[in-house]
């Protein structure tokens, strides 16, 4: 006889994680995205004076195997986190860790300097900075008497 575990949250907790998937998949900027994508890599965006910085949770992939383009304002981040490897003898297996191709992309405002984004990635962070013009910083302007 084999004992069974009991989660009696678990039921939930994959309600709860589909219902996530499918607004993810709705939510994207890119109607063609959903269809393109297994899974979206979650990021965090910061804003400061002279620019914007985007890091993104990759871990698994290599730097050089993500995409990362610019073009017309949108910033577009794409690439594939192969599956594991199959073993023979497995009774059981689990598996929480999205695979295949990721897909995300970020309109940028017009304040942008395209020509100067750039991009690393470590220990599975991929960093993107971003840098505003200086014409679109803002200045001090003295008021004269």
């Known amino acids: 006889m084999s004992m069974i575990r009991y989660e009696p949250w678990s039921l939930h907790r994959d309600l709860i994680n589909e219902v996530n998937r499918l607004f993810e998949r709705s ?8 269809a393109t994508a297994d899974w979206a890599p979650p990021v965090d965006i910061e804003e400061y ?3 914007f910085v985007i890091e993104t949770d990759v871990p698994g992939i ?12 949108m910033l577009t981040l794409s690439g594939t986190r192969e599956r594991r490897a199959q073993h023979n003898g497995v009774q059981a297996r689990r598996e929480e860790r999205a695979s295949g191709r990721f897909y995300r992309r970020f309109n940028l405002p017009d304040t942008v300097d395209a020509d100067a ?22 200045r001090k302007i003295n008021v004269n008497r």
């Open 27 to 34: 939510a994207g900027d890119d109607a063609s995205s959903g």
């Open 49 to 51: 004076t002279d620019k």
């Open 62 to 73: 290599e730097p050089d195997s993500i995409e990362v383009t610019l073009e017309n304002g």
């Open 117 to 138: 984004v750039s991009a690393h990635g470590k220990n599975g962070v991929l960093e993107i900075v971003i840098p505003k013009r200086p014409t679109s910083q803002p």
